[in-house]
């Protein structure tokens, strides 16, 4: 795969786009004046990988928390301020790393300076966001179009453009993939600038999960993002789950363990539904690439998955523990995910010196 040429932008510690890794990025649905229920939360996501956070910033009491949210963390912060440009000039000074600001919203030329001016002195990117809810009225009179998304995209990037602002970040999203898909293939033949992608309002963890990684993919396969954010409604440490899980599907981040379950079939004699449910849960403490497989049968299983680092495969009421293809022993099937689990120990700390997983 090919990745478009972005320009690259700094955000806080983190770059975005150029040759930069394509970042996996959320953002919290606690209220943003609440600092103790923010900090949590964004706690829980950088320890599931996230590397930029975003918060809404409705009104001043939300600005007035950010300084000790901001306080000690160790990645980016990113208002998201909607039309007030007083809200982003006091984001600005409260120490956030980037807004996500539409500069065409935010009323007349001199608080789009002011603005501009503001982020510029702090080194400061701002994402210019389209959503294809809230799409200038003309340019949705013949309806809801790729091409009204890219145009709409392009009227803010002119806007900081003219005031000599180019660290600059674009979104456009929509909740219908195919329309999403087009307006970024349209807007890369048009702009150098970073894409951060997502399929806005994916819907619930199984349909969201779907959609995303359907739109996420088929533009990362492309080459085009170079951040993401997964959309779902639920808690958003799922979000960055799901984000590294695209990733890694693509080949593009290696973060945690992968796992590889088989489907079950009539050769299948073990509870396996219930084996890999428990061995993903324990996987999703583990920081480190490992491929990981859970296989129905021993007949197939080890060969299936000859790839994976480490594995089980089922048998009647007991079940194989192989590496690499290769069986290293047999167990009942009630131990099956503690010895697959003090096997992956092992492997890791043959890696780490005697680090804890
Ligand atoms: S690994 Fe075995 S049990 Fe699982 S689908 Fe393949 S043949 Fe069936």
Known sequence: MQRRKSLPVQLGGVTVGGTAPVSVQSMTNTDTADVAATRAQIGRLIEAGCEIVRVAVPDQEAVRALPAIKQGLTIPLVADIHFDYRLALAAIEAGVDGLRINPGNIGGRDKVVAVVKAAQQKHIPIRIGVNAGSLEKDLVQEGLTPQALVQSALRHVVILEELGFFDIKISLKASDVPLMLTAYRMLAEKVDYPFHI?????????????KSAVGIGALLWEGLGDTVRVSLTGDPVQEVRVAYEILKALGL??????????????RTRIDLVSIAGEVEQRLALINQPLKVAVMGCVVNGP???KHADVGIAGGNGEGLIFCKGQIIRKVPENLLVEELMKEIEHIIQGRNGDEDI
Do not use: H, K
């Not at 309002?201 to 349909?207: I, L, N, Q, S, V």
């Open 303 to 305: 060969g299936e998955a």
């Open 253 to 266: 981040r290696s973060r945690g363990a992968e796992l590889i379950s088989c489907p079950t079939c009539g």
């Open 198 to 210: 997502g399929v806005t309002e994916a819907g619930t963890m199984f349909a969201g999960s779907i």
